[in-house]
């Protein structure tokens, strides 16, 4: 989806670009022979696209608005900038973590390799999304209170804020990947 959407934004500056320059000369600002290079351009189109990306993912009501809620800006700090022994799975499982995205039922569903979403680890009827797995699932809950340890906070709430503090302590995050992987919860 975003691929897609980021070359149609691409398409529409370049548009933009072609406009501007012959209201430019129409209005007599510049004229016709007038060269400017794409260069020229760069910051513009950087801010246009971070602006126009910024307002996708803060609209954004998929299962990936989930971050949303762990950071306001997921591009700003690389959260495996300093991890460079890490393995790529542990990467891959934790950035599904704070995407909220992983190879759960809901994903096997929407891919059709299932008939239906939900989870068979509880069986309570719910679809098995990664929120459910880390707030809902009976089956997860056990993992998930010994990583939490806050019993007075909603757990939804207290699973946010134990990823937001993953994000400044990345070794929390590897230990819920670890612990989830070890009770084979898919991610």
């Keep these: 989806m975003y691929a897609s959407s980021g070359f149609h934004h691409i398409l529409a500056s370049w548009k933009m670009r072609t406009v501007i320059a012959v209201l430019s000369c129409d209005n ?3 004229q016709p022979q007038t060269v400017t290079y794409h260069t020229d351009c760069y910051d513009t189109i950087k801010l246009t696209q971070t602006t126009k990306w910024t307002d996708t993912y803060n ?3 998929c299962a990936g608005s989930w ?3 762990i950071t306001n800006a997921p591009m700003k700090n690389l959260l495996f900038s300093n991890l460079i ?13 704070l995407l909220g995205h992983g190879f759960n039922n809901l994903y096997k569903y929407t891919m059709r390799h299932r008939t239906t979403p939900n989870c068979d680890l509880c069986n309570i009827g719910e679809v098995q999304s990664l929120q459910h797995l880390l707030i809902h699932c009976s089956f997860t809950r056990t993992t998930m209170t010994s990583f939490i340890h806050q019993n007075d906070v909603p757990m939804e709430a207290a699973v946010v804020q134990y990823l937001r503090q993953g994000l400044q302590e990345p070794d929390r995050l590897l230990d819920l990947q670890r612990a989830l992987h070890q009770i084979g919860i898919p991610i």
Excluded: K, W
């Design 28 to 30: 007599g600002l510049i």
């Design 59 to 61: 609209s954004a009501t």
């Design 85 to 97: 022994n890490t393995d790529r799975r542990q990467i891959t499982s934790v950035n599904r973590l």
């Design 67 to 69: 971050t949303r809620s």
